[in-house]
Every structure is written in C-alpha cells, then in structure tokens.
C-alpha cells in the first residue's frame, strides 16, 4: 500500500523534498516569476522571446525581446526564399499584396498615432490642437483618401479592360 521507510528521519527528509516541490509547484501556478512560470508551461519555447527588466523601484518586469523576435522571422523568410523567382512570386500573390499593404496601414497608423500623442502631451495649446486633431481627423482622412484610391484603381482597371476590348 505505501512505500517502507527504514527510519522515521527518513521520512521526515522525504516529507521536506514533498513540501518543497508543492511550494514550487505553486509558485509556477501563481506566477510568482512570470518568466519561469511561462518556461515551464511552454517547456523553455518563450525563453529566448522575453526578458527580464528591472524597475527603478527593484519589481522585475517581464517584457518581450522584440529583437530576438525579429531576428527569428527574418531568419524563417531568409531560409524560405532563397531565389528570386520565389520573392517575385510572393510578392504578386494575394498574400504578398496583403501584407505589404497591411504593412502600410500599421505604418501609417503607428506614426501619425506617435505624432499626435507627442503633441497631445506637449504643453503649448496649438500642439495639442494638432494632436486632438490628428487624433480625431486623421482616420477620416485616411479612409477617404484610401476610398478616392480605390476608384481611381477601379476606373483605371475599368479603362484598360474597354482598351482590350
């Protein structure tokens, strides 16, 4: 039914190593060190992406290491396109097309949203004007522009089929 123990300070020794294991099988539950606990369940695959920082104030932060990150996906596109032809190829394709233009958008988006925190946080009032403005005017501007974009493609594609014809 139960292991035998020669001696009751063996026992005792092996209640330890048990008492130890809970307490540290609940620090992983707890994320207690978030970076350890995400190691454990993902079996070491989140190590190389996160990194420890260490706050002013001596907490411990766990962040992601966005270079480690980049560094792996150019490596995988590296590695996958080798020729020319396959670039070329990717970039005709749907999924080239979509994700330069995603690309764009994010771009786009990520340096007008910087500029308009940047002068919504400024203390002059005419910057923060900009920024509130920026903030509010620029989508409407964005997708009005993308949409006179589109027709113009649309009638250009249009004038170029009735060529053919």
């Known amino acids: 039914m139960g292991t035998k123990y020669n001696s009751l300070e063996e026992l ?23 970076k350890e606990s995400l ?5 070491g695959f989140t190590d190389r992406y996160l990194k420890e920082k260490v706050l ?30 396959a670039v070329y190829g990717f ?30 946080y400024n203390s002059n009032w005419k910057k923060k004007l900009i920024g509130v403005a920026l903030i509010y005017l620029a989508p409407i501007a964005l997708r009005f522009i993308r949409k006179k974009l589109e027709d113009y493609q649309r009638n250009r594609t249009t004038s170029s089929l009735e060529q053919l014809i």
Do not use: C, Q
């Open 12 to 34: 005792r020794r092996k209640k330890e190593l048990l008492k130890k294991e809970v307490s540290e099988m609940e620090e992983l539950l707890t994320f207690e060190n978030t």
């Open 39 to 43: 190691s454990a369940f993902t079996n």
């Open 91 to 120: 970039a005709k394709s749907d999924a080239g097309t979509n994700l330069i233009e995603n690309a764009l958008k994010i771009g786009a988006v990520t340096f007008v949203g910087n500029y308009a925190k940047k002068n919504f």
């Open 56 to 85: 002013p104030d001596g907490e411990t932060k766990v962040a992601i290491n966005t270079g480690e990150i980049v560094k792996e996906i150019s490596n995988s596109v590296k590695d996958n396109v080798l020729n020319k032809n």
